[in-house]
């Protein structure tokens, strides 16, 4: 099997400087799905020199925003025309269900259709009032320049969309370093924008790992801001590294997420039903590789038995396997180090006190095929503290622990209490104790009866070390942007501040 070129510099694909090479392996059978060019420092200042001519000298800082949004919208219509082969590769390199890569690409597509209509629905600037009507004076809104994107594996395609498409709708140019595990979509990204018309040298790739390629594209003094989603020490390291060049710093760093549940949403059979359902979708889709993961469910004592064999018979249940296969539910975790993260985690927690009610081992070798995949139960683990290392750490694996509360103060310090902030959901009968609870969680996106559902219109984001500023939404273009107050005198004359 030969390399893929996928180093994309300046309107040219080609492989490592070095000539190295990486294998990614599809996570179900643990077999090599692809080779990709390994590229070092060598090939990120490439990218980077390319990316600061481009927009230095280049057109597409001056492009008309009609134009830029044209793009966005064309590179909609292509994702779409690719939706199943991109969904295909997005399976397969990720192990999620082929049903689950075919939502990514169709959420992908509104999120640039999104900053495609908002970009050229602004207007030029926002006038201020200077007191004086011979002063003319106006905020108008900049490219920051040349914007370094490093993106993770757990959702490539879609996290490479809540970065690329903002920075070249606000006019930017940039290097982008997809995880060196699911690089495959976002190389397939590339080419739709070249394919779409983007100059060359706008939009640069570089396949690779963290160190050198995110660490050079981190402290590069050429780049103007850098952008990273992935785990927190990774994302302590990014900001370490950007501050002697003081650029600007993006940071979607996880999340520890609650999902609260009063006995009150559980009165009815429906409601029942509801609850234990949305508490499986919201720990195990992707095989809870989810920065979102609902992987803290905290429920009232009252109802605590009875929705706690539910959730476990029904989590004995969901069908492991191929995520192209028909009928599977959850894939495999993505890669041997990620299977391993999980069974460290149920081992500590054992040893910690909490029960295990279901999973908490890999499947046996007749009971899933193919047999050779990264692939763990579904995993809950009862009597769970705040003092566990699997309650208090982001195990990004099918792992639910379960708390439990008596008042909605107790419940409200039970979700706050975590470094994170990123997600959080509340499920409860009562209009009024929904909407006290949700103002009291300290999290950026508060679901209330619902879990896991976000719009590009709205911001993402979280509070404490889930991170620093906002994707989506307005703020989603802003993070893109310098803001600049022009201020022009429409009549000067001298102000003989000084005598002579």
Same mark, same amino acid.
């Given at each position: 099997?030969?390399?893929?070129?996928?180093?994309?510099?300046?309107?040219?694909?080609?492989?490592?400087?070095?000539?190295?090479?990486?294998?990614?392996?599809?996570?179900?059978?643990?077999?090599?799905?692809?080779?990709?060019?390994?590229?070092?420092?060598?090939?990120?200042?490439?990218?980077?020199?390319?990316?600061?001519?481009?927009?230095?000298?280049?057109?597409?800082?001056?492009?008309?925003?009609?134009?830029?949004?044209?793009?966005?919208?064309?590179?909609?219509?292509?994702?779409?025309?690719?939706?199943?082969?991109?969904?295909?590769?997005?399976?397969?390199?990720?192990?999620?269900?082929?049903?689950?890569?075919?939502?990514?690409?169709?959420?992908?597509?509104?999120?640039?259709?999104?900053?495609?209509?908002?970009?050229?629905?602004?207007?030029?600037?926002?006038?201020?009032?200077?007191?004086?009507?011979?002063?003319?004076?106006?905020?108008?809104?900049?490219?920051?320049?040349?914007?370094?994107?490093?993106?993770?594996?757990?959702?490539?395609?879609?996290?490479?969309?809540?970065?690329?498409?903002?920075?070249?709708?606000?006019?930017?140019?940039?290097?982008?370093?997809?995880?060196?595990?699911?690089?495959?979509?976002?190389?397939?990204?590339?080419?739709?924008?070249?394919?779409?018309?983007?100059?060359?040298?706008?939009?640069?790739?570089?396949?690779?790992?963290?160190?050198?390629?995110?660490?050079?594209?981190?402290?590069?003094?050429?780049?103007?801001?850098?952008?990273?989603?992935?785990?927190?020490?990774?994302?302590?390291?990014?900001?370490?590294?950007?501050?002697?060049?003081?650029?600007?710093?993006?940071?979607?760093?996880?999340?520890?997420?609650?999902?609260?549940?009063?006995?009150?949403?559980?009165? *009815?059979? %429906?409601? +029942?039903? /509801?609850?234990? #359902?949305?508490?499986?979708? $919201?720990?195990?889709?992707?095989? @809870?590789?989810?920065?979102?993961?609902?992987?803290?469910?905290?429920?009232?004592?009252?109802?605590?038995?009875?929705?706690?064999?539910?959730?476990?018979?029904?989590?004995?249940?969901?069908?492991?396997?191929?995520?192209?296969?028909?009928?599977?539910?959850?894939?495999?975790?993505?890669?041997?180090?990620?299977?391993?993260?999980?069974?460290?985690?149920?081992?500590?927690?054992?040893?910690?006190?909490?029960?295990?009610?279901?999973?908490?081992?890999?499947?046996?070798?007749?009971?899933?095929?193919?047999?050779?995949?990264?692939?763990?139960?579904?995993?809950?683990?009862?009597?769970?503290?705040?003092?566990?290392?699997?309650?208090?750490?982001?195990?990004?694996?099918?792992?639910? *622990?379960? %708390?439990? +509360?008596? /008042?909605?103060? #107790?419940?409200?310090?039970? $979700?706050?209490?975590?470094?994170? @902030?990123?997600?959080?959901?509340?499920?409860?009968?009562?209009?009024?104790?929904?909407?006290?609870?949700?103002?009291?969680?300290?999290?950026?996106?508060?679901?209330?009866?619902?879990?896991?559902?976000?719009?590009?219109?709205?911001?993402?984001?979280?509070?404490?070390?889930?991170?620093?500023?906002?994707?989506?939404?307005?703020?989603?273009?802003?993070?893109?942007?310098?803001?600049?107050?022009?201020?022009?005198?429409?009549?000067?004359?001298?102000?003989?501040?000084?005598?002579?």
């Amino acid at each position: 099997m030969s390399a893929m070129q996928t180093i994309h510099v300046d309107g040219v694909w080609r492989g490592a400087a070095s000539g190295a090479s990486r294998e990614v392996l599809d996570p179900a059978d643990a077999k090599t799905l692809a080779l990709v060019a390994e590229g070092g420092a060598e090939d990120t200042d490439a990218a980077i020199a390319a990316a600061r001519r481009a927009f230095d000298s280049g057109p597409w800082p001056q492009t008309p925003v009609a134009e830029r949004s044209a793009l966005l919208r064309r590179v909609a219509d292509l994702l779409q025309r690719d939706r199943e082969d991109i969904a295909l590769t997005e399976s397969r390199d990720t192990g999620k269900t082929l049903e689950e890569g075919r939502v990514d690409v169709d959420d992908v597509t509104n999120a640039f259709r999104y900053f495609a209509d908002l970009v050229v629905n602004e207007s030029g600037g926002r006038v201020v009032d200077a007191g004086s009507p011979e002063v003319h004076s106006v905020v108008v809104h900049e490219p920051v320049g040349v914007c370094a994107l490093i993106t993770p594996w757990n959702y490539p395609l879609l996290q490479a969309s809540w970065k690329v498409a903002p920075a070249l709708a606000a006019g930017n140019t940039l290097v982008i370093k997809p995880s060196e595990v699911t690089p495959l979509s976002t190389v397939h990204l590339v080419k739709l924008l070249v394919e779409a018309g983007l100059p060359d040298g706008v939009a640069n790739l570089v396949t690779g790992a963290g160190d050198p390629v995110g660490a050079r594209m981190s402290d590069h003094p050429g780049v103007d801001l850098v952008s990273f989603t992935g785990g927190l020490a990774s994302g302590t390291k990014v900001m370490q590294a950007a501050a002697p060049t003081v650029k600007k710093v993006a940071l979607e760093l996880g999340g520890k997420n609650p999902n609260v549940v009063f006995a009150d949403a559980c009165e *009815t059979e %429906e409601g +029942f039903d /509801t609850a234990v #359902d949305q508490a499986l979708n $919201a720990a195990f889709i992707h095989s @809870g590789q989810v920065c979102s993961a609902g992987a803290r469910l905290i429920i009232e004592e009252s109802v605590r038995d009875r929705f706690i064999a539910e959730l476990a018979k029904r989590a004995e249940k969901i069908r492991l396997g191929r995520g192209t296969e028909d009928g599977v539910e959850c894939g495999p975790l993505v890669s041997a180090q990620q299977l391993a993260k999980t069974e460290s985690y149920v081992r500590s927690a054992r040893e910690e006190g909490a029960v295990v009610r279901c999973g908490g081992t890999r499947p046996e070798p007749s009971e899933i095929r193919p047999a050779t995949g990264f692939f763990y139960m579904p995993t809950v683990l009862d009597y769970c503290h705040g003092d566990m290392r699997v309650v208090r750490e982001e195990t990004f694996g099918p792992i639910l *622990t379960v %708390e439990t +509360f008596h /008042t909605e103060d #107790d419940a409200v310090a039970l $979700a706050n209490d975590t470094e994170y @902030g990123l997600a959080g959901a509340v499920w409860t009968s009562d209009a009024g104790r929904a909407r006290r609870v949700a103002g009291r969680l300290r999290h950026g996106t508060v679901w209330i009866n619902d879990f896991h559902p976000y719009l590009p219109q709205a911001e993402w984001g979280g509070f404490g070390k889930s991170g620093i500023g906002r994707e989506l939404g307005p703020s989603g273009l802003a993070e893109y942007r310098e803001s600049k107050h022009v201020y022009q005198n429409l009549n000067p004359r001298p102000v003989r501040w000084f005598a002579g």
